[in-house]
Nanobody, 114 residues
Framework: VQLVESGGGLVQAGGSLRLSCVAS????????MGWYRQAPGNRRELIATVTSTGSTNYADSVKGRFTISRDSAKNTLYLEMNSLKPEDAAVYYC?????????WGQGTQVTVSS
């Protein structure tokens, strides 16, 4: 299984970005999908998850600003990020959990200028 993220980049504070994660195999419809991020010197932290049935969960730090969604027809996970803050800058990773296995993407860099 491969997960490929895209959509990162440089944005000004207050701006928006949309991250995408395409899964290479069709486990997508049955997997719980999530977005994590890791800033330099920090642990990787969970940002948001969405189950196969569409239930979502968010870290308090992004509630009301970020939206996770999935398109099973395209095997694609999204993270819509609005009102970005400098502290949101990090490498963002896509994760898939399917049965006993966890898969990670390679990450995409998000930089937020103040």
């Amino acid at each position: 299984v491969q997960l490929v993220e895209s959509g990162g980049g440089l944005v000004q504070a207050g701006g928006s970005l949309r991250l995408s994660c395409v899964a290479s195999r069709n486990i997508f419809s049955a997997a719980t999908m999530g977005w994590y991020r890791q800033a330099p010197g920090n642990r990787r932290e969970l940002i948001a998850t969405v189950t196969s049935t569409g239930s979502t969960n968010y870290a308090d730090s992004v509630k009301g600003r970020f939206t996770i969604s999935r398109d099973s027809a395209k095997n694609t996970l999204y993270l819509e990020m609005n009102s970005l803050k400098p502290e949101d800058a990090a490498v963002y990773y896509c994760q898939a959990t399917y049965r006993a296995y966890t898969y990670w993407g390679q990450g995409t860099q998000v930089t937020v200028s103040s």
